[in-house]
């Protein structure tokens, strides 16, 4: 690397701290450039042994070494609020993706859910704490009492898109 | 007394009185309008017993047309009935977007007679054949567009499980594929066989053509052409908006909402068995407050590091509180000294001089005071070679026996 972008300290300490950095952050900006994108992927890599992945309007640092155990929780959880918001006849994705969600409210909605036995047994289940965890990785955005998902929301839906097809390509084989 | 033969308002009269029944058997027999006989005749029985007007199979089949019985035994309902019936419940059955090009093509074979006929007579009969097929074609594709849109929107309703979510999926790509890109290819402007580039040339053949027919009579159809084509350009433009710009992404949203939703249902299933998930979880990190090490060069280093891993031995650390230690002004000292004008021992005077002082004589006391042996305007002596012990706290100093006085100015 050549030179240091003036912002090179705080990327990779957000990286680092396992944020996401997300457009129209100027952070965002930096990687995103051509100059800056490869070496930062280099220099994770060596570095660190991880992976940086940039993406249309998020990226984050992934390792198969330092798994986060969490990252299934987190799933469990969208998946359960999309599936009672699909339930309610909401348009699940415009709401996940543009819609603020009261905390509290939130929580009485999935305890109502017949799968809340399963996300009880998981980090879900001290509801605020998880959300507050979510909010340092940049994935949720908490204001007072409401919260919304930011754009790296896109990277879970992207994971049901793989699973279903996955699935789907197997179903074809097996048939 | 009923008349011999069946007018109209006996029609209507039927479909007024027996407005359940005749909705049942639509109901029953769509798509393809035939019902089975046995079906038939309970559907008959039941609305017999529940209604004050009966209906009597023979009447309805024989004089009211609305239906007529196959050779094997089914019944099917009068195409007549049947499409008004369709209007008039609002539910009209999905064609091929192949039948409707069919129809519409029926409108470029008139048109092209209609341009090469030389007779007035038949030009009308063309003219009055374009405008009632346009008319046709544009209430069929009304139809279909909304029926598809209420479906679309049916379709929108929540999955209760998996399998549903697979059946929305798949209906969805089937509607796609087979209705709204075919029927948006039938509409497209940009496909020089599509009906809309048909009416297109029509409505600019009768544009001419209605003021510059040989005959008045012929100019008039060719108004009456010209409006036909020019209302049907406006409603199917209307038409495409909504398969495109509206059931188009609806669907598209459907089919791709039910593939996530599917995705996750899948996972949740699979939720204890992470095997199962096929895709791996995004491995996102966690919060580390690393240094720059990988995980091959983190091995090595424990490895390293554990050469000396024994206990080491715990060191309890008293706390002192440090003392600043009192030292003797020493120009205070000279001024008693010069006082004394001569002083016989030196370094007994210095220690009785510190006892008035301080009990506590230290090494560092006492030479803050001996040291003024060193001023320059002092004279010391001494002859004596024996010494005596001077007692301090931390030390016994054997000192010889000093005469001092103050040195003469010259």
């Not at chain 2, 079906?39 to 007007?53: D, G, P, Y």
């Not at chain 2, 929540?158 to 549903?164: F, H, L, P, T, V």
């Not at chain 2, 995980?295 to 003392?323: C, R």
């Amino acid at each position: 690397m050549r030179s240091y972008p003036s912002e090179h300290k705080e990327i990779v300490s957000n990286l680092l701290d396992g944020k996401f950095i997300i457009y129209p952050s100027p952070l965002f900006a930096v990687l995103q450039q051509e100059e800056f994108a490869d070496d930062y992927k280099e220099f994770f890599k060596q570095s660190y042994g991880y992976e940086l992945t940039i993406d249309n309007e998020f990226a984050y640092l992934s390792s198969n070494e330092v798994n986060e155990k969490r990252t299934r929780d987190f799933v469990l959880f969208l998946a359960m609020l999309c599936r009672e918001l699909d339930y309610s006849g909401k348009n699940f994705r415009d709401t996940i993706e543009l819609g603020s969600f009261d905390i509290s409210e939130t929580e009485q909605l999935l305890k109502q859910s017949s799968k809340w036995e399963i996300l009880e047994k998981t980090s879900v289940a001290e509801f605020e704490k998880f959300i507050g965890s979510w909010a340092s990785k940049n994935v949720i955005k908490r204001t007072g009492n409401q919260f919304k998902f930011t754009k790296a929301i896109k990277l879970f839906f992207e994971f049901a898109v793989n699973v279903a097809n996955a699935k789907l390509k197997e179903q074809q084989e097996s048939n | 007394m009923s008349n011999l033969n069946i007018s109209g308002k006996d029609i209507v009269g039927f479909l007024f009185y027996h407005y359940d029944f005749v909705q049942k058997a639509f109901d029953i027999s769509t798509p393809d309008f035939i019902i089975d006989s046995d079906r038939f005749h309970q559907l008959i029985a039941e609305h017999n017993t529940s209604s004050e007007r009966k209906v009597h199979l023979h009447k309805i089949s024989t004089d009211l047309k609305f239906c007529r019985q196959l050779p094997t035994g089914e019944y099917k309902l009068n195409g007549t009935y049947t499409t008004f019936l369709e209007f008039v419940f609002d539910d009209f059955v999905l064609d091929l977007p192949e039948t409707l090009k069919n129809r519409y093509q029926a409108v470029f074979n008139h048109f092209t007679s209609l341009q090469t006929a030389t007779d007035e007579t038949k030009a009308i009969l063309f003219i009055r054949e374009i405008i009632k097929v346009i008319e046709d074609f544009l209430n069929d594709i009304q139809g279909q567009t909304y029926r598809l849109l209420r479906d679309t929107e049916s379709l929108k309703v929540n999955a209760e499980n998996n399998s549903d979510l697979s059946i929305r999926i798949q209906k969805a790509n089937y509607w796609i594929d087979e209705y709204i890109i075919p029927l948006n290819t039938i509409l497209n402007i940009d496909n020089p066989n599509s009906v809309i580039n048909a009416i297109i040339q029509v409505q600019r053949y009768a544009s001419e053509k209605r003021i510059l027919a040989d005959t008045y009579t012929l100019k008039r159809e060719f108004e009456k052409l010209y409006a036909s084509s020019v209302n049907a350009k406006a409603e199917l433009d209307q038409t495409l908006s909504k398969l495109t710009r509206e059931l188009l992404p609806l669907l598209e949203r459907i089919k791709s909402d039910s593939i996530i939703l599917s995705g996750f249902y899948h996972f949740v299933e699979n939720v204890d068995n992470p095997e199962n998930y096929i895709v791996p979880l995004p491995d996102l990190l966690r919060k580390v407050r690393a240094n720059v090490i990988s995980k091959a060069f983190s091995n090595e280093a424990e490895f390293y590091i554990d050469q000396f891993n024994y206990k080491t031995p715990e060191i309890l650390y008293e706390e002192t509180t440090e003392e600043i230690e009192w030292l003797p002004d020493s120009s205070y000292f000279k001024e008693q000294l010069l006082k004394e004008k001569e002083v016989s021992n030196f370094y007994q005077w210095c220690f009785d001089s510190l006892k008035e002082h301080t009990e506590n004589i230290t090494l560092s006391k006492f030479f803050t005071v001996s040291n003024l042996i060193l001023e320059e305007d002092l004279v010391a002596e001494y002859k004596d070679e024996t010494r005596f012990d001077i007692q301090l706290s931390d030390a016994i100093l054997k000192m010889p026996k000093v005469k001092i006085y103050e040195k003469l100015s010259e």
